[in-house]
């Protein structure tokens, strides 16, 4: 990036860049995956902008059908470049709700003749709620309590828009409004021992049960004699 921004620029500002990149540095992010065809993509994208329908082949790893591909088809709203990976925000008419589709997960894709009008005015709206790039799951207030050596961790880092942190010795209690999801619950299950559940009870009653199914996977076996 910075050898493209100094090709630019030029000599006089070849030095100031230098002179950064000795004093910051960046932790490179984990690229998507390089296994998705163009074709592909370009088959998405132009669905996106000519507003057609598209027939997808999507294999899902939660759901009626884990791991087993299903036939879609959606309304494509845009594509959707975030931590590492590249997804499809669309309609899901079987559903008859918006999904975010892991675009390395959608192994055929064919644009129809039949149209869509888009209706989500933005990305920015449509992941509002969202801890991450899921936007399914139901709103809820939720609030958690951290500690021990991730309860710092955490008070110092933005998480959500809506994210209120308060630091009170070494117990951080962390609020936001956002949509319960597994990607809500992998990141709690995340943060180990050091983090409780206050609300709502829905949640806690998932993140342990998830943690038992970890404990009992983990668990030391007797080797055979």
Not at 46 to 67: D, F, M, R, W
Not at 101 to 121: N, Q
Not at 185 to 194: A, E, K, M, Q, R
Request: hydrophobic letters at 40%; a negative charge; one cysteine or more.
């Amino acid at each position: 990036l910075f050898t493209k921004i100094e090709s630019l620029l030029g000599e006089r500002a070849a030095h100031a860049i230098e002179e950064f990149t000795k004093t910051v540095a960046f932790k490179p992010q984990e690229r998507w995956s390089s296994e998705i065809s163009r074709d592909l993509l370009d088959t998405l994208h132009a669905a996106c902008i000519e507003g057609n329908q598209l027939n997808i082949v999507y294999t899902s790893v939660s759901g009626e059908s884990p791991n087993a591909p299903t036939e879609r088809r959606v309304g494509p709203e845009c594509l959707y470049f975030a931590d590492a990976g590249v997804y499809l925000v669309a309609y899901d008419y079987d559903k008859k709700a918006y999904r975010t589709f892991a675009v390395p997960r959608i192994k055929e894709a064919a644009m129809l003749d039949d149209g869509y009008d888009s209706t989500i005015t933005s990305p920015e709206v449509f992941f509002q709620h969202s801890f991450g790039v899921l936007g399914s799951g139901d709103l809820h207030e939720i609030k958690i309590e951290v500690g021990g050596p991730m309860a710092r961790y955490v008070s110092e880092r933005r998480w959500h828009a809506s994210q209120t942190t308060s630091l009170m010795g070494s117990q951080c209690i962390l609020e936001m409004k956002v949509n319960l999801n597994e990607e809500l619950v992998n990141w709690i299950l995340s943060l180990g021992s050091c983090a409780k559940v206050i609300h709502p009870t829905k949640l806690a009653k998932i993140v342990y049960e998830e943690a038992l199914k970890i404990a009992e996977s983990n668990k030391p076996r007797k080797k055979a004699a």
